[in-house]
């Protein structure tokens, strides 16, 4: 049997669509701050077109939902509730920091990943995943949001290096190396530049469609976190 998933992303300042059909991809993907809007359902329409598929042969609909920009969550959240709804299909909503990890396992094979992204008012959304032994990213630190001196590093395997991936490792570079430094945590690279994509996405929702985690449309809801609440990134 054939399974698609067609997944939006617009938690950070890109615009990303994928559609994956079992082991093919069709995908947009685009740095465009303040243009998601302008972007996303043209992206949407040009990879159906290219698939000749329309969004009735869809299996699923998977999002972003955060956390990340308020503006790009609700965007996306509300663009996957309406094409649910249009087309009488399940939702899956997928964490952008676990997207992050899965991705940054897929281009450099690390299995060991920080994701901290800027939250503006002197907070970071944060969360720490390891790869099992099937390549899929688990939360070691669920998704939270948190100032950038909080006292997270302790939780982490100390014996381990660790890659730094998001935004927050370049605006708050020196607190967060301080951070490592005094929990002895190793980084051996960081990427301050990599954000999320609409393709991982639909890797880590295939996974939730076959173990029958989706949701109706009526109940999609973006995740805006809250200072030190953690949330599990799969659930």
């Known amino acids: ?40 359902l043209p992206m949407i329409q040009a990879v159906l077109t290219e698939s000749g598929l329309d969004l009735h042969q869809i299996n699923a609909i998977a999002f972003g939902c955060g956390p990340g920009s308020f503006t790009g969550i609700r ?14 299909l399940p939702a899956i909503p997928i964490s952008t920091l676990q997207a992050m990890a899965q991705g940054f396992y897929r281009t ?3 299995k060991n990943v920080i994701i901290a992204l800027d939250a503006r008012m002197q907070e970071i959304y944060f ?19 948190c100032k ?9 395997m100390r014996e381990q290096s660790w890659d730094g991936i998001g935004s927050a490792w370049q605006v ?27 393709l991982d996405i639909t890797e880590l929702a295939l996974i939730q469609y076959n173990l029958d985690k989706t949701v109706k449309a009526e109940d999609i809801l973006p995740v805006y976190l809250q200072n030190n609440m953690f949330r599990s990134s799969t659930s």
């Open 1 to 40: 049997m054939t399974t698609k998933i067609l997944a939006i992303d617009t938690a950070t300042d890109t615009c990303s669509v994928a559609l994956k059909i079992n082991d093919s991809i069709i995908e947009r993907h685009e740095l465009a701050p303040q243009k998601q809007s302008e972007l996303i």
């Open 75 to 88: 965007l996306a959240t509300s663009i996957a509730q309406g094409l649910c709804f249009g087309a009488n």
């Open 108 to 110: 450099n094979q690390s």
């Open 127 to 145: 969360a720490a995943y390891r790869a099992d032994a099937n390549g899929l990213m688990q939360p070691i630190i669920n998704d939270c949001l």
């Open 148 to 156: 950038p001196n909080a006292p997270l590093f302790s939780d982490l």
């Open 172 to 198: 708050y570079h020196d607190v967060l190396q301080q951070c490592c430094a005094q929990n002895t945590v190793q980084i051996s690279n960081i990427q301050h530049d990599y954000r999320s994509r609409a």
